[in-house]
């Protein structure tokens, strides 16, 4: 497992210097009848970036939901304004660039693209905030907000 | 068969005033570790919604795939603004609401609406089109622009 | 909401003599770029099916996790053998069959089919268990095996 | 895009003495309300196992489908018996191992396994077959098969 093992990190995508790009394929299961990507499948592309951004920044929803922020707590998407500019299909790669753009009390607003090469597919602007496992809304750990909020700065 | 077979259509919802209704029964599929409904699922149940607005309208999508309306194409989302207001849970029946906002070229705007009672869930406009096999845009067939521009004026 | 209301009770789909009934809607999401539907896709309308046959006998999903039959639990599939015997395709309504076949312990073995019209398109056998949230396996309570048991010496 | 691009080929996994490795990343899509993975989501993973690795035995969905084979065609399962050892939960990397077990006229079966580290949560046995795009049987081509042939021979 010496190859594959030595490059793990490199599931979870890279930081970069306006925030963080992972690479994801394109499968059977995120195509439908029309022969392209079925719509929503971008959503799961995107939460994948957001996920893999907080991760390499230290942040894991488990940790999140266990509380190891002052008490248990999860994401939760809150608004999304999202183009379909081009359709994807089976067996492309694609990569997913994640920006924080603005960030306040329990929200951050995430500029992020799916592109294929220089091509951009899809464009989404996506309010995210943290609630409690009742559903009540959360401030923000500073914890995960202090870590974003440079982002947005240098971004 | 006998109930069930009598009452077959229901699982294409209802044509309503404004457009159309249909229930959704949010099962284990739908939710997440977080417990409630993931967000990209009520993409699907929006896309449900519309599916069977057409199909009680004559429209189906494989009659659409197969040039029965004059080329082979497919419908796509092009756009969508959602507000994710509130969260469900397993074993809640939601309904979707669907209505016909505006409409020009190849392009449909649709209201769409997910509700758990008189509570709103969801709310989003879509902007729908048709495209051909390869992707292509294409003039939404006359047939189909008709029957949706009655419901944009009249709702 | 009339019509729609009066039947609300039909998503869930019928007890019969054999044990459950479920009518299920092909949607684009169900679909792959082969043209079929993907093959994953059949388990989550088995799942339907047998949470809906639960359901109809009384049993809920959010109950059973909130620890109404004596502590938290959810149920898991241990096992599954499922052969795929035709395509099924968008726009087709199916029908789930579910049959209990045999009950143990923890344990249920369900049978299930997934039908267009006559046509076999799917078999299943099903193992399925219940669990503590940590993912302890639990003995099935009282109330849930009676239920299913009168099925399975009954079908 | 340096780190990421000159390791571009890592999202696909590495063919190994047995076969394919690939790993997988547990996201919040993959999870259900109980806390753990959906079931059915295993077979996803399954499929990107098998996916790549034919991919990087140099064979192609599109290809297939594009008749680069003889003629127009794509894989499909015909039968599974599957295993669910062990929860799998967010944030996860499982890792994905196949082995071609046999190999006749339209039909391979693989040997599937999905592992945390060196636990094994999840054992297939997956009987694939080729179909034409109207869903009827087609004989394996002889690229393909010679391929795994080998595989079968050796594992």
Known sequence: MNRLTS???????????????????????????????????????????????LRLKGIGHQELADGLYGEPMAFVVRHMDIDFLRPARIDEVLSVETRTALLGGARIVLHQRVLRGDEILIEAKVKVAVISPEGKPRRMPEAVSAILAVEAAGG
């Not at 890279?14 to 990507?37: A, I, M, N, P, W």
């Not at 592309?45 to 893999?52: Q, V, Y």
């Open 7 to 53: 490059n793990y990190h490199l599931i979870s995508g890279e930081l970069t210097g306006f925030g963080h790009r992972l690479l994801v394929r394109v499968y059977f299961e995120d195509t439908d009848f029309s022969g392209v990507v079925y719509h929503a499948r971008f959503l799961h592309f995107l939460e994948r970036g957001r996920s893999d951004f």
